[in-house]
C-alpha cells in the first residue's frame, strides 16, 4: 500500500515538473501513441488497479523528465540554418590553480565564407 502512494506521489511529482497542473491532467487523459500505453490515455494504466502498470507509468514520465523522451513529431525540428556569423570560439586557459582562481579569455575569430 505504500509503495503505492509513494508511486503516485512521484507520478504527481514529475508531471507537475513537466507541466502544469491543467496540462498534466489533460496528459493524463489523453490518448498516447506511446507503447507503453498502447493507444491508451495514462489515467487508464494507474487506475487499472495494478500496481505494476501504475510503476510504469511512473517510469515514463520520469525517463521524460531526465529527457530520454520520445522523437521529435514532424516540423519541430526545423531550424534555421547556421551563418558564418552565428559561430563563436572561445578560448579557456586556466591561470592558477593554485588558489583556484580560474581566468577566461574570449576571443572570436572570423570564420571565412
Do not use: N
Not at 582562481?101 to 572570423?110: D, G, L, M
Amino acid at each position: 500500500m505504500l509503495l503505492r502512494i509513494s508511486a503516485v506521489l512521484a507520478l504527481y511529482k514529475a508531471l507537475a515538473v513537466l507541466f502544469g497542473a491543467a496540462e498534466a491532467v489533460a496528459w493524463l487523459r489523453e490518448p498516447h501513441d506511446a507503447a507503453v500505453f498502447g493507444g491508451q490515455p495514462p489515467l487508464a494504466l494507474v487506475t487499472s488497479g495494478t500496481l505494476q502498470r501504475l510503476l510504469v507509468t511512473h517510469s515514463y514520465v520520469a525517463a521524460l523528465c531526465a529527457g530520454h523522451g520520445p522523437p521529435p513529431g514532424p516540423g519541430e525540428l526545423e531550424l534555421p540554418p547556421l551563418t558564418a556569423d552565428d559561430i563563436v570560439i572561445v578560448c579557456r586557459r586556466h591561470l592558477s590553480r593554485s588558489r583556484g582562481a580560474v581566468a577566461t579569455s574570449k576571443r572570436t575569430h572570423p570564420v571565412p565564407a
